[in-house]
């Protein structure tokens, strides 16, 4: 193995020029372009569900669906600043109250149902093509992502691909909303919760792996 | 959580030359050769004794030293010359060194020291002490050989001759020396071995 000073000499004939990251705001309006035309070119393929204006009319809908797009903003981030070397990992919090606001419209919902419907309102059932629509539309959006903030894989791949999953699987529940009818709050908290959160368990256990695979190697 | 509050942390946390190494990586960024060259081998001593509270040995800790250089060359890009250099270079050097800790770790979990070294197989046999064998046992053996074996074993294993040599000595030939050689060591091995497996 060659010794520390042979190595230094080795990386300073390599130091040529290059570019600085963006700042990561600036990144983050690039991806959330990305993520606009992909999540765009989801909801336009499957059409506009016929009941949107009328679901749309009702505030606890527009906050609910709100709050899920404030969740995958916020995370996206989040996940531009803690993929950089020295910045306060506190950014990661940054996504909990759009999180607790999105659970907690969904729990709202779940009541609502049982107020006016009894027993019957809360309709329990994981609705497959919900959960398949969020993984797979997660998938360009991950790695999209994943190509911008592969850096993070040798010091902060945990992390970075947590808050990332987050994002990506919030932004494909919020498009899913525009073209996915489920029938109770409790279907949409079940299938979007279950959605959510396997993209989010499935980018933290193999995020090693992605970030190998996409170029930087965690070691 | 601003970038000003974050910057306003970092400043407090930077490392003593932090602005001069700041100044030369915006100018390694920049393709500056000599200032990159210079960072890295300023940076190496206060790497290296970050690594010691890590790693436990001087190779090991060279071998630390040498990843988080190499990591700083893969992400160099990361640095934002306008924020202090120390917070960057701390991160990346702690997690590095944290990571390795953790592939230590595993790595000793894995591994099942040997208890007793001189057993080696699980063969009863091959873990006995040599049985000495006295030298008179021995030239008893041979004399209870065949004629042909005996003289092969005496000119070739206990004279040392060579083949050629103990040829011209019996008047045998070489393949008959060879041959009544390799049935004089069976031989013995009975007579003197007799629990042995073959």
């Known amino acids: 193995m060659a010794t520390t000073d042979e190595l230094i000499a080795k990386l ?9 990251l963006r700042p990561p705001m600036i990144r983050v309006g690039l991806w959330l372009l990305a993520a606009f035309a992909i999540v765009s070119g989801l909801v336009l393929s499957h059409g506009l569900r016929p009941d949107l204006i009328d679901e749309f009319s009702r505030p606890a809908v527009v906050i609910e669906w709100l709050a ?4 995958g903003l916020l995370a996206a981030v989040a996940t531009f600043h803690v993929s950089i070397p020295g910045r306060s990992v506190r ?5 909990v109250p759009a999180v607790m606001l999105w659970l907690a419209t969904l729990g709202v919902g779940c009541l609502n149902d049982w107020l006016r419907y009894g027993a ?7 609705s497959v093509g919900c959960f398949e629509t969020i993984v797979f539309t997660s998938v360009p959006l991950g790695l999209t992502l994943l190509l911008m903030v592969r850096h993070a894989g040798p010091v902060c791949p945990g992390p970075t691909i947590l808050l990332g999953a987050l994002s990506v699987a919030a932004f494909s529940a919020a498009g899913l909303s525009l073209f ?8 949409v908290l079940i299938s979007h919760g279950i959605g959510v959160a396997f993209v989010m368990l499935t980018g933290w256990a193999s995020s090693g792996a992605l970030f190998r695979w996409i170029g930087l190697k965690p070691l | 959580m601003s970038d000003t509050r974050s910057s306003r942390s970092a400043a407090r946390d930077d490392v003593p030359e932090g602005q001069r190494w700041s100044a030369l990586m915006a100018k390694a960024q920049a393709g500056d050769k000599a200032a990159y060259v210079r960072l890295l081998g300023e940076i190496s001593p206060y790497l290296r004794s970050l690594a010691r509270r890590y790693v436990p040995t001087q190779d090991a800790t060279e071998d630390a030293v040498q990843d988080i250089l190499l990591t700083i060359h893969g992400i160099r890009h990361t640095y934002d010359p306008r924020l202090p250099f120390g917070p960057w270079l701390v991160t990346i050097a702690k997690r590095r060194l944290i990571n390795r800790l953790r592939q230590h770790t595993r790595m000793v979990a894995h591994e099942v020291a040997l208890e007793d070294d001189a057993v080696t197989f699980a063969d009863d046999e091959v873990n006995l002490p040599d049985r000495k064998i006295h030298y ?22 206990l004279r040392e001759m060579s083949l050629k040599e103990a040829s011209e000595a019996s008047g045998q ?3 008959a020396l060879k041959v009544s050689c390799h049935r004089a060591i069976k031989a013995l091995q009975r007579i003197l071995e007799p629990s042995r497996k073959r």
Do not use: C, F, Y
């Not at chain 1, 899920?68 to 969740?71: A, K």
């Open chain 1, 68 to 71: 899920s797009l404030s969740t």
């Open chain 2, 173 to 175: 030939s070489i393949g």
């Open chain 1, 91 to 95: 950014w990661a919090l940054l996504p």
């Open chain 2, 136 to 157: 008179l046992d021995v030239r008893k053996a041979v004399g209870e050989l065949p004629d042909g074996q005996r003289q092969a074993v005496v000119l070739l294993k």
């Open chain 1, 12 to 20: 300073g004939a390599d130091a040529h020029a290059i570019q600085p």
């Open chain 1, 120 to 126: 019957d309102g809360l309709e329990v059932g994981l």
């Open chain 1, 180 to 187: 996915h009818h489920l029938n109770s709050s409790l279907m």
